[in-house]
T-cell receptor, first 113, second 109 residues
Framework: EADIYQTPRYLVIGTGKKITLECSQT?????MYWYQQDPGMELHLIHY???????EKGDLSSESTVSRIRTEHFPLTLESARPSHTSQYLC????????????FGPGTRLTVL | RKEVEQDPGPFNVPEGATVAFNCTYS??????FFWYRQDCRKEPKLLMS???SGNEDGRFTAQLNRASQYISLLIRDSKLSDSATYLC??????????FGSGTRLQVQP
C-alpha cells in the first residue's frame, strides 16, 4: 500500500470560500502531482512538482495554486471556490526514475454549491 | 485528437473469458507506458508497466508496438474481481503521465 494521504476525503462548501486540499506522502518521493477527474472521465494534470520550491502548471488550466515547502507536503488551494470547481482531486507521488510509477492518494471529492 | 485514445467499452465478458484492450498514442516521442486500474470511485493503481519486448504478470500480458503506436493488455481467465476501468498511460521524459479515459471491463458470473 502506498503511503500517500489526502484530506479531507469529501468537502461540500459554498461559493466564494477559500479552501485548501491537503496531500502528504511518507515515502520520500521527490515528485508530486495533482490531477482533476470528473466522473467517468480521464485524469487531467493540473499541477506538478519535482522537488521543494519547484511547482509547475499541468496540461489543464486551473485556478488553483500549489506550494511545495517540504518534500512530503503538496497542498492545493482555491482562493474562491465556484461550482465549476466541483470534481475529484487526486494527488500522486513518484520517485525520480526512468519509469515514473505514480502512487495515488484516495482523492478529495469536492462539491461547491 | 487526444494524446491517448481508448475504447471506453464497456466490455461485458463471462468469467473465464480472455479479453484484450488496445490503446493508441499520438506522440511518437512517448517513452514509458503503463496500464493502471481504477475501481469505481477509487484512485488509480498501477497494474503493470509495458516494456518494449512485452511482459507478463500472471494472467495479464502487455504488449507495445512502437511502429504503430499502440499498447495492448490481455487478461486471461477473467475473474469477477477484474471488473474495473483500465487506464492506458504514457509519459514523455520529465513530463508527468498522460492518461487515457479508460476502458471499462465488467466480468459477469
Amino acid at each position: 500500500e502506498a503511503d500517500i494521504y489526502q484530506t479531507p476525503r469529501y468537502l461540500v462548501i459554498g461559493t466564494g470560500k477559500k479552501i485548501t486540499l491537503e496531500c502528504s506522502q511518507t515515502m520520500g518521493h521527490d515528485k508530486m502531482y495533482w490531477y482533476q477527474q470528473d466522473p467517468g472521465m480521464e485524469l487531467h494534470l493540473i499541477h506538478y512538482s519535482y522537488g521543494v520550491n519547484s511547482t509547475e502548471k499541468g496540461d489543464l488550466s486551473s485556478e488553483s495554486t500549489v506550494s511545495r515547502i517540504r518534500t512530503e507536503h503538496f497542498p492545493l488551494t482555491l482562493e474562491s471556490a465556484r461550482p465549476s470547481h466541483t470534481s475529484q482531486y487526486l494527488c500522486a507521488s513518484s520517485v525520480a526514475g526512468d519509469y515514473d510509477t505514480q502512487y495515488f492518494g484516495p482523492g478529495t471529492r469536492l462539491t461547491v454549491l | 485528437r487526444k494524446e491517448v485514445e481508448q475504447d471506453p467499452g464497456p466490455f461485458n465478458v463471462p468469467e473465464g473469458a480472455t479479453v484484450a484492450f488496445n490503446c493508441t498514442y499520438s506522440n511518437s516521442a512517448s517513452q514509458s507506458f503503463f496500464w493502471y486500474r481504477q475501481d469505481c470511485r477509487k484512485e488509480p493503481k498501477l497494474l503493470m508497466s509495458v516494456y518494449s519486448s512485452g511482459n507478463e504478470d500472471g494472467r495479464f500480458t502487455a504488449q507495445l508496438n512502437r511502429a504503430s503506436q499502440y499498447i495492448s493488455l490481455l487478461i486471461r481467465d477473467s475473474k469477477l474481481s477484474d471488473s474495473a476501468t483500465y487506464l492506458c498511460v504514457v509519459t514523455r521524459g520529465r513530463r508527468a503521465l498522460t492518461f487515457g479515459s479508460g476502458t471499462r471491463l465488467q466480468v459477469q458470473p
